[in-house]
Structure formats: C-alpha cells, structure tokens
C-alpha cells in the first residue's frame, strides 16, 4: 500500500525530469534551427553576390552560376554546415543543415537531430 | 466481522494510505523544489541562448548592410541591447565584438545571465553564454572610403 505513494513520486520526479530535457534539448533544436536559417540566408548572399565580372563593368547584375554555388557550399563548410545549393538564373536557393547535439533525451535513444532551413536570394541590381 | 466493522475497516485502511502520500510528498517537497528550479535555470540559460544568437545575427547583418561597417557598431550596440533587454535578469551585461574584413563582418555577443534568484540550487550568481554569427559584405555595393 505504501509502495502506491513511491510509484506516484516517481512519476512526478520522471516528468520533471523530462520537462529539464523538453526544455534543454528543445532549445538546443530551435537555436539550431534559427542559426541554419541564418546560416542559409548568409550562404545566399554570397552565392548571389558572384556576378559575372565583364558584365558587372557594363553595369549589368547577371549572375555567375557556378561562381555563385561554389561560393555559397564555401560559406556552408565554413561555418559548420552542410547543404544544398541550387542557381537558376538570379535565384540562388540554399538549403543548410545543421546538427543538434541532444543532451537530455539521449535517455531515450536520439543523440543528433539534423535541422534544415532553406533561404532563397536573388540577385537584382539597385538604384545606386 | 460484521458488515458496518468492515465497512469502518475499509475506512480506515483508505484514510492510512492517504496519509502515506502526505508523507512521502514532504519527504521529497524539496526534491521536487530542485527539480522546478532547474527547469527555471535549464530554460532562462536557454533562452538567452537563443536570444543572443538572434542578436548576434542581427547585429552582424545591420552591420554588413552599412555603408562604412566600422562606424555602425554604435547602431549594432544599440540593436544587441534592445533586443536583449540589458540589465534584466535575463542578460545582466552584454558584450559585442566584431572583426571586420572586406568580405566578411564577424560578430560576437556575450551575455552574463543572472541565476541568483535560483538561489535554491548551489549556482554561481551568474553564468556567461555567447554566440557568434558571420555575415558577408556585398561586394558590389558602394561603401563609403576611411
């Protein structure tokens, strides 16, 4: 009979202690999704900004799309993330992917979560 | 035994395990106070975190957007403080560096997360958190020069 009670205070200190890792873990994933969104963003920009050197002198924003891939896959690696990159025409699309690092819910067998964002820019000439 | 005494029987065993819990809860109130108190501390740090990766990114694309970089950090400055609500509990200091090149502007925040009044868990009064966050400059754009 008393054993009902020990069995009861468990559960609460087995839900608390899930709490700790909803909030821990939960916020490693969204940090880690809101940094390969960013991340993404960034990429893009650097893809998108590889324009094509004899047209940018006549004043023209066309892009270089190999350039543009190849500088947006060079931020990725930089700042630890993978990803795919796509170009068509001034559209650079980047999709990042990062990995969260789960500490809490290790207990439950997943240690890594793969979290992707995609960003997409164009590169388009402005008044000066 | 009659059936009002196991009536009264039964009462009485019901109203002994009631009593069990009682127990057993002010045994372990404590327990359960640290277990609240470090989901307090485990979700304040962590919402620092977040917050200061977004400041930091702000920050770094506010200053990859200016035209002379290195003379925006003022804006920056004041961008990371009102995003971080400096001075509350959730960021008691804040601190920005950057590192500018020509292509890329590099940001870092710091913040120091006030835990005191989680003083039921034996935690230093503050703890430090940071995030870093890169942007890059656009090289086609007009900057202003010195």
């Known amino acids: 009979m008393a054993g009902s009670a020990t069995v009861w205070m468990l559960g609460v200190v087995v839900c608390t202690m899930s709490l700790v890792g909803l909030v821990l873990d939960g916020g490693t994933v969204l940090r880690t999704r809101s940094d390969a969104f960013s991340v993404a963003g960034a990429a893009a920009r650097a893809g998108a900004q590889q324009?094509?050197?004899?047209?940018?002198a006549e004043g023209e924003a066309v892009l270089d799309p190999v350039a543009a891939r190849q500088a947006a896959l060079d931020y990725?690696?930089?700042?630890?993330?993978?990803?795919?990159?796509?170009?068509?025409?001034?559209?650079?699309?980047?999709?990042?992917?990062?990995?969260?690092?789960l500490q809490m819910l290790q207990v439950v067998g997943a240690s890594d979560v793969a979290v992707h964002a995609t960003a997409t820019v164009r590169a388009t000439k402005v008044a000066p | 035994m009659s059936r009002a005494a196991q009536i009264a029987d039964a009462r009485s065993r019901r109203v002994g395990e009631g009593?069990?819990?009682?127990?057993?809860?002010?045994?372990?109130?404590?327990?359960?106070?640290?277990l609240l108190a470090v989901v307090v501390l485990v979700g304040r740090v962590e919402a620092t975190r977040a917050d200061i990766a977004g400041a930091a990114h702000a920050a770094a694309r506010d200053l990859s957007l200016a035209r002379d970089p290195a003379a925006a950090m003022g804006d920056a400055r004041a961008?990371?403080?009102?995003?971080?609500?400096?001075?509350?509990?959730?960021?008691?200091?804040?601190?920005?560096?950057?590192?500018?090149?020509?292509?890329?502007?590099?940001v870092t925040v710091s913040c120091e997360v006030g835990l005191s009044d989680v003083a039921v868990l034996p935690v230093p009064g503050s703890m430090t958190v940071s995030a870093t966050a890169t942007e890059v400059i656009d090289q086609h754009r007009e900057r202003s020069v010195g």
């Open chain 2, 19 to 34: 009593g069990s819990i009682a127990v057993e809860l002010v045994i372990l109130a404590p327990l359960i106070t640290v």
């Open chain 2, 79 to 106: 961008l990371v403080d009102a995003t971080l609500h400096v001075g509350s509990s959730d960021c008691l200091r804040a601190t920005l560096r950057s590192s500018i090149t020509a292509a890329e502007v590099r």
């Open chain 1, 51 to 56: 324009l094509q050197p004899d047209l940018v």
């Open chain 1, 76 to 101: 990725l690696a930089r700042h630890d993330a993978t990803g795919t990159v796509f170009v068509s025409g001034a559209i650079v699309t980047v999709t990042a992917t990062r990995s969260a690092h």
